[in-house]
């Protein structure tokens, strides 16, 4: 990603376990949905661990909502090969 195009923020109304889950779930499709668009993301939640920073962000946006992750976005001209091998699908089927 050369440069950043924009910023995603992903929230849920409180922090139970289902809405938890269910904020992971939007973050996996939305990897899905903006690989076919050469849209490459890369999560940036560290300014999330601190509570009162996470509060001050909150406020500077106008967002009551609790953001569980900050997306950073930006276009491709290429996704880069893995870094590691993926294993093959025969190593975890049993026959």
Not at 2 to 19: F, M, P, Q, R, Y
Not at 39 to 65: C, D, F, G, V, Y
């Amino acid at each position: 990603m050369s440069e950043s195009a924009g910023w995603i923020l992903i929230t849920s109304k409180d922090n139970s376990v289902a809405t938890l889950l269910e904020a992971g779930r939007r973050m996996q499709r939305l990897f899905l949905k903006v690989r076919e668009k050469s849209i490459a993301i890369h999560p940036m939640t560290q300014i999330l661990k601190k509570a009162s920073t996470r509060e001050t962000l909150n406020q500077s946006i106008r967002i009551s909502e609790n953001i569980q992750f900050i997306l950073r976005s930006g276009y491709l001209k290429s996704y880069p090969s893995p870094v590691s091998l993926r294993r093959p699908v025969d190593w975890f089927i049993r026959k």
